[in-house]
């Protein structure tokens, strides 16, 4: 080669393409892959040996064979430095990256590649947020952050070769701070708990529909009476008449979480088992972190958050937990009043108020840095360029969060990691504000349990949609107790199940304003259970693996029947496969790409009837309640008289179109995993031809975003968020087995053999195990910290 290795990492980069490369240097593609596997296998850490660190005590990370770490020290900061060192020699490019995103800092590496998401973390406060976040966290939690960020820079410092993507992108890492373990959290509560599009849906609908039957037919959920409690578990102080909540049709149906609980009352053990499957996009490297903490006052398994020190989900030997995001709101949009004869000012109250501003420099490389003025009302910043491109001309909109006030997530993570049972893992949870999340819990003398954490703020006045700044009766009128969120323990029916479905009905006492998603999940999980009478942890397995699309179930009976006296043949023959299915979504299935495929065409074609332009386009992924519902009937009138089932026609043919173009003309050959494929992209996938070097993924997966086995919603049917971690916690041994799956792999290194490897396992609903004795470990490779 002419080019140093340096050279050609720095122009790789820089977007050039390995075609170029190849030319440039005069070598072939063979050459460059062989180039390439040694460069990236040569940054992979050594995982044994030994590193003379800042520890009282020797520390051993111990690997098994899929590289997960087993740490074990005999003190809690001890502990916490192991686990810092261990996810730093795994994750330290990903863990810069999301410090970065979370601190608005990616435009400094990406150039304007970064600037957008670096305009929503300045604009939302962040950082400003995280500070305030480590002013008030108790002393414990900053001693524990701040071994674990020391763990970070130790290995920082000690390591004699970077990952590749810092190459790639030409800088070097600066020393970790412990503040930016918080901020990696505050990023991910923003994630979890804003999610502006969910309410911009209604409100433009809203502007176009105006009030009645029409806004109320598009606004309507799927399987909304699905609720995680039952009338009955709970005290009821209202009439019923008053709306908690409702379900939604979120656009991003694929992030959200599955889990249930089993009593021994519903297991052959006759003790507890509980599983668990969060929902997130799925990519090259896990935000997921799997780990066991021994040592101390901990002796934890399951996932980290990665930059995040506590067990996320998981299990310690006597106690396993799982979670779901419950979606109840903690997040307001205001409509704001502003007036040419009172400037930089906004009404509330009958008074104009003066405007808050905050400038923020963005530094961007090879280019000028920009100074973006936040402008903020009573009731928080003016979010307008982070609202969905449809809804940018409806502003000046604030948006009010919960996520700045002191949120105390990561000392009752801690806690719960080291709760003994269920009552202490409930109180635990006490003083956790953001984000709400629906945990359910199990405990070795046999207890089951129910919480949704997280507070909500109360309102007089509620909507999907905007709410009005400048009145006082729409501003937030305190918080819902912890006492008084949804919970349930030891329920005589045996079981508990969530999906994001809400959490009550609507005579539970306190109003939740809950934003939730289809109750097919739910409500399939329920049949699952109900189904068996005595469940074992391979059932639950099983349970993961269910590719059931319960609207597939509901809709397509009338879509066959509208479609059954139509003498296309292309038509015939594809209502032979939709009559014989049952609904599964599974890759060698024809009916489920026709369904799936169809829903996409006809959704678009329920919303262009009443919308327009950027509108229509943005509404697609809101209206599944309504399209399923007018395949049907139409008692609102949403479609013209008589147009309704030559609308159902014309979106068949424009599938059948689309599939013939991607699939060719032979229907039988049309299966679901020609179209649906997961994809694990790297975030520097988009830089040039680095995706073919470092995504991974590309085969063919089962199920959708409304199943179980949850592999996403997506518009042109790819498979790119879902169950991309699943776990098993079995209560019948002492201490309990837990099992566990990544899609992805341990390791963040392109080179390791540990990156992307438990995409098979994952596919083929194997599990591994996590065991607390080290005597029970099956340990490939050990490094040990050792005191100065």
């Given amino acids: 080669m002419n080019l140093s ?14 075609d170029d490369l190849c030319r440039a240097t005069a070598v072939s593609r063979s050459e460059f892959n062989e180039w390439w596997k040694n460069e990236t296998r040569s940054r992979v850490p050594d995982p044994t040996g030994s590193l003379p660190a800042g520890v009282s005590r020797a520390v051993s990370i111990d690997r098994d064979q899929w590289g997960i770490p087993h740490i074990f020290a005999e003190t809690d900061e001890d502990l916490f430095f192991g686990f810092g060192v261990a996810m730093a020699q795994d994750r330290l490019f990903q863990l810069d990256y999301l410090r970065r995103k979370a601190h608005g800092r990616l435009a400094e590496v990406l150039g304007k590649d970064g600037l957008e998401t670096d305009i929503v973390s300045r604009t939302l406060g962040l950082t400003r947020i995280t500070e305030q976040e480590w002013s008030q966290s108790p002393l414990e939690t900053r001693t524990l952050i701040q071994r674990f960020s020391d763990g970070i820079n ?201 405007a808050r501003e905050i400038d923020e420099t963005i530094r961007v490389r090879d280019a000028e840095s920009i100074t973006k003025k936040i402008t903020c009302s009573r009731n928080g910043p003016i979010v307008d360029e982070l609202l969905p491109a449809a809804a940018r001309g409806t502003g000046p909109v604030s948006l009010r969060w919960l996520g700045t006030d002191h949120c105390e997530w990561l000392p009752s993570m801690l806690a719960m990691n080291r709760a003994r049972s269920c009552g202490e893992f409930r109180e635990s949870l006490r003083r956790w504000k953001v984000p709400t999340w629906s945990l359910l819990v199990a405990d070795a003398d046999g207890h089951i349990g129910y919480q949704a954490v997280g507070r909500v703020p109360l309102r007089n006045h509620w909507k999907l949609g905007y709410l009005e700044g400048w009145n006082p009766e729409h501003q937030w009128q305190g918080l819902t107790p912890f006492d008084g969120m949804p919970q349930w323990f030891d329920p005589d029916r045996g079981w508990i199940a969530s999906a994001n479905n809400r959490p009550a009905p609507d005579d539970f006492p306190y109003p939740l304003f809950g934003c939730w998603s289809s109750g097919h999940r739910a409500q399939r999980i329920r049949q699952m259970i109900e189904q068996r009478d005595k469940l074992t942890p391979d059932d639950c397995a099983q349970m993961h693996q269910d590719a059931k699309s319960l609207r597939a179930v509901e809709c397509v009976p009338h879509l066959v029947s509208a479609l059954i006296d139509d003498a296309d043949n292309r038509v015939r023959a594809a209502v032979r496969h939709l009559a014989s299915w049952n609904g599964d979504m599974l890759p060698d299935n024809v009916a489920a790409a026709l369904f799936d495929a169809f829903f996409v065409h006809w959704s678009r074609r329920v919303v262009n009837e009443r919308f327009e332009g950027g509108t229509a386009t943005f509404l697609e992924g809101s209206a599944g309640g309504l399209a399923s519902a007018l395949l049907e009937d139409d008692p609102a009138g949403w479609f013209r008289s008589g147009e309704r089932l030559d609308a159902i026609r014309q979106a068949f043919q424009a599938t059948l179109d689309e599939l013939q173009s991607r699939l060719g003309p032979d229907v039988d050959q049309w299966h679901w995993g020609r179209l649906h494929k997961i994809q694990l992209r790297h975030v520097l996938s988009g830089r040039g031809d680095l995706g073919r070097l470092l995504d991974r993924g590309g085969m063919p997966v089962r199920g959708n975003g409304l199943t179980v086995c949850n592999t996403g919603y997506d518009p042109n049917w790819g498979a790119l968020m879902g169950a991309n971690y699943r776990l098993i916690a079995d209560l019948s041994t002492t201490p309990l087995t837990f099992r566990a799956v990544d899609a992805q792999g341990q390791s963040g290194h392109p080179g390791s053999p540990c990156y992307g490897n438990q995409l098979p396992e994952w596919i083929n609903g194997r599990y591994h195990p996590m065991p607390f004795d080290r005597g029970e470990l099956e340990t490939k490779t050990t490094f040990t910290l050792t005191p100065p």
């Avoid at 290795?5 to 390995?18: D, K, N, Q, Y």
């Avoid at 996932?303 to 109840?328: D, E, K, Q, S």
Wanted: hydrophobic share 40%.
């Fill in 5 to 18: 290795s340096t050279e050609l990492l720095h122009r790789l980069g820089s977007g050039a393409s390995i």
């Fill in 154 to 354: 130790a290995h920082i410092e000690a390591t004699p070769t970077l990952p590749i993507e810092f190459e790639l992108l030409d800088y070097s890492p600066e020393p970790w701070s412990p503040l930016d373990c918080l901020a990696i959290a505050t990023e991910f509560r923003s994630y979890l708990t804003v999610r502006l599009p969910i309410l911009c849906a209604p409100e433009l609908a809203r502007r176009t529909l105006g009030e009645g039957p029409l806004l109320e037919a598009f606004l309507q959920g799927e399987a909304d009476e699905e609720s995680i409690l039952p009338s009955g578990a709970y005290p009821s102080m209202q009439s019923g008449v008053e709306s908690i909540g409702r379900t939604v049709n979120d656009p991003d149906e694929g992030q959200g979480s599955n889990n249930w609980v089993l009593s021994g009352a519903r297991t052959a053990s006759g003790k507890p088992l509980i599983a668990s499957d969060p929902h997130i996009a799925f990519a090259a490297v896990s935000c997921w972190y799997e780990v066991h903490l021994a040592g101390g006052s901990f002796d934890v398994v399951g996932m980290a958050y990665a930059g995040v020190p506590a067990v996320v989900f998981g299990a310690n030997r006597r106690v396993g937990w799982a979670i779901t995001n419950n979606i109840c709101s903690q997040r307001d949009l205001y409509q704001e009043k502003t007036d040419s004869e009172h400037p930089g000012c906004f009404l509330y109250d009958g008074n104009w108020e003066p």
